[in-house]
């Protein structure tokens, strides 16, 4: 039994009103997956996720979640149903305590008096021991390193609790061990309902989660499907493609050529 389509994106081309970027892209996927957009610097990678979170008008095309188009959400019906992680502070009020932020972001999904709840302090609680960021509560956006920052972001798309998360290059700034962290955390997410669709550099390891990849080359150059057939068809050369290095299909691995 086929799992059902959650993100459905037809015919949809992405870019500016004087460069088209991509173009003609068909995408089904499923609810609770995990999809990669791999691809090198300035291909695309981040105006598509830009596109999909209705932050940038698609240039063509439809983007449907459950069956119904993009354009027909509300504002607030878009924030429950999907977080997007950024790279970067964006425009957060920088003066804002972490907490603060935080709570915030739950208040805006209560249907009360604008108050936070236990269950919204337990969830907030929750997420921020997984992401060992309890020491970071009490402390301001611009106190924050960038990678401590990083990491208050990707927990408050989470304290969002929506369907479907957003994430250009999630890993941005963050040192190898919280690297791992945060794929680890992310292969987790269909667990609990989620669907998550991120951007990433760090090939090897967006290739070990992922379900689903989508390659972005060079003039508009895509291929979409699951992760088991991208490689076994060899298209992560096609891509990725050096006299440097080489990848290997049966580890799924980059290495020097010359090493």
């Known amino acids: 039994m086929e799992a059902k389509t959650l993100l459905a994106i ?7 009103p004087d460069k088209v970027i991509l173009k003609d892209m068909l995408l ?13 610097n ?57 907490h603060e932020l935080f709570h915030t ?19 907030i609680n929750r997420i921020c021991t997984s992401l060992h960021i309890e020491h970071l509560l009490h402390k301001r956006i611009y106190q924050l390193s960038d990678g401590e ?17 957003f994430m250009d290059e999630p890993t ?7 690297k791992a962290e945060i794929f680890n ?14 951007t990433s550099h760090e090939l090897e390891l ?3 989660i992922a379900d689903y990849c989508l390659l972005i080359g060079n003039e508009g150059k895509h291929v979409f499907g699951t992760t088991k057939t991208i490689i076994e068809q060899g298209y992560i050369p096609d891509f990725f493609n050096s006299k440097n290095v080489q990848f290997d299909r049966i580890t799924g691995r980059i290495s020097l050529k010359n090493a």
């Open 10 to 16: 037809n015919g949809l081309s992405v870019g500016y």
């Open 28 to 40: 089904h996927i499923p609810a609770k997956s995990i999809v990669a957009v791999l691809g090198l």
């Open 42 to 98: 300035g291909k695309g990678k981040s105006t598509f996720i830009r596109t999909l979170a209705g932050l940038q008008p698609a240039l063509q095309g439809n983007i449907l979640f459950n069956e119904r188009p993009l354009s027909s959400y509300t504002a607030i019906e878009r924030a429950q149903l999907f977080s997007i992680v950024l790279p970067g502070r964006g425009d957060v009020v920088q003066g804002l305590l972490v």
């Open 105 to 123: 972001t739950r208040v805006t999904f209560t249907n009360g008096f604008g108050k936070i709840t236990d269950d919204d302090i337990q969830l």
């Open 149 to 165: 920052a990083q990491l208050v972001f990707i927990a408050r798309a989470l304290i969002q609790d929506t369907p479907i998360i």
């Open 172 to 178: 941005s700034y963050l040192d190898v061990v919280n």
């Open 185 to 198: 955390l992310i292969q987790s997410l269909p667990q609990q309902n989620k669907t998550v669709v991120f």
């Open 206 to 208: 967006a290739l070990q």
